[in-house]
């Protein structure tokens, strides 16, 4: 219950007042924490900002850290039949591809009967075996329906599904296989209800085959991998007998260039972070409790080094020689037209250079540690600091906590000190009154 405080009843003064202006003088040390705890939140949420950017940069980094991904190529098929794709290890070239045959599924049908909630009255078992393996064992209740052998199929676990086709007049019960390909072919024993029959095999499990430059070629799916080297084939119908489709690889620099220029965006993102909230040159520091920190003056120095070291022993061993500089305020820039010449005189040298040779150390894989050692989450440099303001922040609140403790009793002994001059004055005046009427 609240307590209502009615000052100077006897004194005449308004001790309430008195005491919230004394307690209000006496706040400073509160306040002075109270914004140390902010400006030490404010703090650790620009952290979280500057680690969630250097995710953003690694990401970019991790696009073009091996050679396969440096070496950009675009493919195309001259036919909807044939969906191209290719990879940084695919090579320049042209090839006639038809495509003879779609890899398929195994569908099969039982034979027909007048509703698919009708009582069969069979027993025994329906067996089913994939590819020639073991056996998939149905058992059959003489109160089962066609409704309820597909609820037993589909949860025998077995790769094939299990449904119903009505054809207007009677049910058929349908077991289709899950994957595609020759060696997927079903067969069916025991209390079979007419799928093993072969007019009831409506679809026939078998592999795709292409035609690549008059070499046939065959796969267990409709993506063709491996058959040119770097190069993924989807199929999605055949091509017309005689007219074989165009499928061409071609180098790719606006690919490279796309993935270096989301490198330079996410460097430039952390750059900026790190500027605005520690300061830079005659830009003032957003947050106080980061100005000048030299945690963050470190990544954005190592940030640089790390763009600037030399790698390999070819034509180009730096970024900066392929077209990826930094300003003097330590951003990146991409320069297009000598990444060009860089590629169109040693795409290999360009590659080694951004990736490393045969994958292992180049200027990225630099660039990259350093991003790591700073933004891994738990461990990094940036996340061992906030640990550190996190307890700092704790720190501050506990000090505000007992601060407004003290002032809380310094305001009740404040009351307690004016309720007894209130009640001593009360009494005084009492007396004063008491011995004027006397002499009167």
Do not use: C, W
């Amino acid at each position: 219950m609240a307590t209502v405080t009615f000052g100077g009843v006897g004194s005449g003064l308004d001790t309430e007042s008195i005491v919230t202006g004394l307690v209000n003088a006496s706040q400073g040390p509160l306040k002075q924490i109270k914004n140390q705890a902010t400006s030490l939140t404010t703090a650790n949420t620009s952290l979280s900002t500057v680690a969630s950017l250097l995710g953003k940069l690694q990401t970019a980094l991790e696009a073009v850290d091996e050679v396969k991904e440096v070496g950009s190529y675009a493919a195309s098929s001259s036919s909807t039949a044939i969906v191209a794709g290719a990879t940084g290890s695919a090579s320049p070239g042209s090839y006639q591809v038809s495509v003879d045959r779609l890899a398929s599924e195994q569908r099969s049908y039982s034979n027909g009967f007048a509703t698919s909630d009708t009582v069969l009255g069979l027993s025994g078992s329906l067996d089913f075996s994939i590819g020639g393996g073991t056996a998939t064992s149905i058992a059959i209740a003489s109160t089962d329906t066609l409704d309820s052998l597909a609820a037993k199929i589909n949860s025998s676990g077995a790769r094939v599904s299990a449904s119903i086709i009505n054809d207007g007049s009677q049910s058929r019960l349908q077991v289709r296989g899950l994957d595609t390909g020759a060696a997927n072919a079903i067969t069916f024993s025991g209390t079979t209800l007419g799928l093993d029959l072969t007019a009831n095999k409506r679809q026939t499990a078998q592999d795709a085959q292409v035609t690549i430059d008059g070499f046939a070629i065959t796969r267990p799916t409709n993506q063709v991998v491996g058959a040119i080297g770097g190069v993924t084939l989807n199929l999605t119908a055949t091509t017309p007998t005689g007219s074989p489709a165009t499928v061409k690889v071609a180098s790719d620099p606006d690919g490279l260039k796309n993935k270096l220029n989301s490198v330079v965006m996410a460097y430039n993102a952390v750059v900026d972070m790190v500027h605005t909230v520690a300061g830079f040159g005659t830009t003032k520091a957003s947050v106080d409790a980061l100005a000048g920190d030299s945690l963050l003056r470190s990544l954005t120095t190592r940030m640089s080094s790390a763009v600037g070291t030399p790698v390999g022993t070819g034509n180009y061993q730096t970024l900066g020689s392929i077209g990826v500089s930094l300003d003097r305020s330590g951003h990146m820039s991409l320069d297009s037209d000598k990444l060009n010449k860089a590629l169109a005189a040693d795409a290999t040298g360009v590659a080694n250079v951004i990736a490393g040779p045969d994958s292992t150390t180049g200027a990225v894989d630099v660039l990259r540690d350093v991003v790591k050692a700073f933004g891994q989450a738990s461990t990094g440099a940036i996340a061992q600091r906030q640990t550190s303001v996190s307890s700092r922040i704790k720190t501050a609140n506990d000090r505000a906590d007992r601060e407004q403790d003290r002032l809380d009793a310094y305001a009740a002994a404040l009351r307690k000190q004016f309720t007894a001059l209130d009640t001593l004055m009360s009494k005084s005046t009492q007396n004063s009154s008491y011995l004027a009427n006397f002499f009167k």
